[in-house]
């Protein structure tokens, strides 16, 4: 199909025409995804038989700002573009290069925030064309979710500009020169912003106006004398529409309206302990980066209750026989809101026998021993394995999914062997490592967390 029409809403709603080899998809659904299986002759008689998609917004439009959701279905994303080449014109014929991006690879999450694409800077265009240059790795189809155009008429700007006669009465007093999101958390963002005041101009009142809400329609304001504001209490994962102006006496001039998007709420998926002979260490993985402290919350065998913050994510524990028979679940508060882990149960006896057989491998019934480290892994892994006999294996890793990431086969020995495995190019998450025998049919299995 050539042909669809897509509703592109951001500051603006418009009804903008796209063409290219597609299907028709609906892009608030993350799953759901548009996909090109074909090449056909690009706009771009240069570019030639290729995977693209045009967008037409109906009239000359100035364009600034966008916002790119990559192909999402976690079945799908090698179809996801990767490098990307955007181009621009006012009537189609004659195009102008904008320049190449690199999109990033999505996840296969159920909440995908997206990533900011490219930044028009005001450009004056009836049509936006994007080509794949390349995906990330299928063979035939490439594709993305969505994308989002701030869109403007042709005769606005981002902020009037400043006249240079002194004499004209219409002259405004200041134009934003840039405003920008410094801090982004679940709960909190800092925001701030510089306008270029009018040459020479004295004013007896300057002061600031930032309004900002879930819904550009429905926003709450506050005055301010300085050109900064601290949101707090904010709602994870969550659209925020913001604008700011600058009040010179009685002349208001305002900015466009933006957006952020707060961070999702993360859970502690991996949690890992080391025994010795007079403690424990445990730690775990760093959902996303500056927690200020974790929650630790131990119930012992007796029922006993123990709670405590700790900054770091990790934990020593030496009252061995307090903790013996105990669960522990670490916490991370997200606005009023406190995500604890799945608890893990210390069993001392278990662990000790655990620790015995890390250290002295090969005394087992079973045809193979295995050790995986490091874990968490940023990009290769070493396998630590003892065999019973010369034996071939098949190596596979999954996701939570069951979908299969690697697959390999490998000769073992006799004894101990090590090898390394590379996780290069897979997204974070859990993974499950299997290792069987060819012949034997005796599997053995590790959890893998990825963490870049």
């Given at each position: ?28 659904i ?39 959701w ?23 014929i ?47 189809c ?32 200041a ?17 701030f ?34 050109a ?13 529409y ?69 900054e ?23 606005g ?56 071939q ?5 999954v ?9 390999s ?16 190019g ?25 963490l870049?």
């Amino acid at each position: 199909m050539k042909k669809i029409y897509a509703f592109i809403i951001l500051l603006l709603v418009s009804s903008s025409f796209c063409t290219a080899q597609c299907f028709d998809p609906d892009a608030s659904i993350w799953k759901d995804t548009w996909a090109s299986c074909e090449q056909s002759p690009n706009p771009i008689q240069a570019y030639g038989m290729s995977h693209w998609i045009q967008y037409d917004f109906g009239s000359i439009r100035n364009l600034s700002k966008s916002w790119i959701w990559n192909t999402n279905d976690p079945d799908k994303l090698n179809q996801g573009f990767n490098q990307v080449s955007i181009d621009y014109s006012e009537d189609g014929i004659d195009w102008i290069h904008w320049g190449e991006m690199t999109f990033p690879k999505a996840q296969g999450v159920a909440v995908y925030g997206g990533f900011p694409g490219p930044d028009l800077q005001n450009i004056k265009a009836r049509y936006i064309l994007l080509t794949a240059l390349s995906n990330y790795g299928h063979s035939s189809c490439s594709g993305l979710a969505e994308i989002k155009f701030n869109l403007k008429t042709e005769e606005t700007d981002i902020s009037p500009p400043i006249e240079d006669d002194d004499d004209d009465p219409d002259e405004v007093c200041a134009s934003l020169e840039f405003i920008e999101v410094e801090y982004l958390a679940q709960t909190e963002a800092f925001i701030f912003w510089e306008y270029e005041f009018s040459d020479e101009e004295e004013f007896e009142e300057v002061y600031y106006l930032f309004e900002y809400g879930t819904s550009p329609d429905e926003m709450e304001s506050e005055e301010l004398d300085e050109a900064e504001i601290f949101l707090e209490d904010l709602l994870p994962n969550t659209t925020y529409y913001y604008n700011v102006s600058i009040i010179c006496d009685d002349v208001l001039i305002s900015s466009d309206t933006e957006i952020f998007i707060t961070p999702d709420c993360g859970k502690i998926e991996y949690i890992d302990i080391e025994f010795e002979e007079d403690e424990i260490y445990i730690f775990w993985d760093l959902p996303y980066e500056d927690i200020e402290y974790f929650l630790v919350q131990i119930v012992n065998a007796d029922g006993e209750e123990e709670s405590f913050e700790v900054e770091e994510n990790e934990l020593f524990i030496d009252e061995l026989e307090w903790i013996d028979g105990s669960e522990i679940s670490i916490g991370i508060e997200c606005g009023e809101t406190i995500i604890w882990s799945d608890p893990i149960f210390i069993d001392l006896e278990e662990l000790s026998r655990l620790s015995t057989s890390m250290l002295i491998p090969l005394i087992s019934e079973n045809e193979f021993q295995l050790q995986v480290y490091p874990n968490p892994v940023s990009e290769i892994f070493n396998v630590l394995m003892h065999s019973n006999k010369n034996e071939q294996i098949r190596i596979s890793i999954v996701d939570v999914y069951s979908k299969k990431v690697f697959e390999s086969n490998k000769t073992v020995s006799k004894g101990q062997n090590e090898f390394e495995i590379s996780m290069d190019g897979i997204v974070n998450g859990i993974y499950f490592l299997t290792i069987v025998g060819v012949e034997s049919k005796y599997p053995v299995s590790e959890r893998i967390v990825k963490l870049n």
